[in-house]
Nanobody, 122 residues
Framework: QVQLVESGGGLVRAGDSLRLSCAASGLSFSTRTMGWFRQAPGKAREFVAAIDWSRGLTHYADSVKDRFTISRDNAKNTIYLQVNRLKPEDTAVYYC???????????????WGQGTQITVSS
């Protein structure tokens, strides 16, 4: 029943921007913390960004905090990740995830999407 579906990835050049989307269904979206993670080739999955359910609280990994912006639209059950000034080291599969209701800071997710690929060429 629970589905998280990412979209918006692609092949871009260094310095380009993208907006990733994650459409959620089958859960109480407006009460859940949502986040983005990524996994680069040969590396472990790592945290990227999180946003709380309604207060606008956000948290970012140090590697992306000056370039990425997470947001949400509760009316659309969707979160976004605006990724600017992309670097080759941003190349990864980006995963949407959610934690349990009213949990902040975000902990270990209980549901994951399938991921969307961002490839950044130099």
């Amino acid at each position: 029943q629970v589905q998280l579906v990412e979209s918006g990835g692609g092949l871009v050049r260094a310095g380009d921007s993208l907006r990733l989307s994650c459409a959620a269904s089958g859960l109480s979206f407006s009460t859940r913390t949502m986040g983005w993670f990524r996994q680069a080739p040969g590396k472990a999955r790592e945290f990227v960004a999180a946003i709380d359910w309604s207060r606008g609280l956000t948290h970012y990994a140090d590697s992306v905090k000056d370039r990425f912006t997470i947001s949400r639209d509760n009316a659309k059950n969707t979160i976004y990740l605006q990724v600017n000034r992309l670097k080759p080291e941003d190349t990864a599969v980006y995963y949407c995830a959610t934690d349990r209701p009213l949990r902040w800071p975000m902990g270990e997710p209980d549901y994951w999407g399938q991921g969307t690929q961002i490839t950044v060429s130099s």
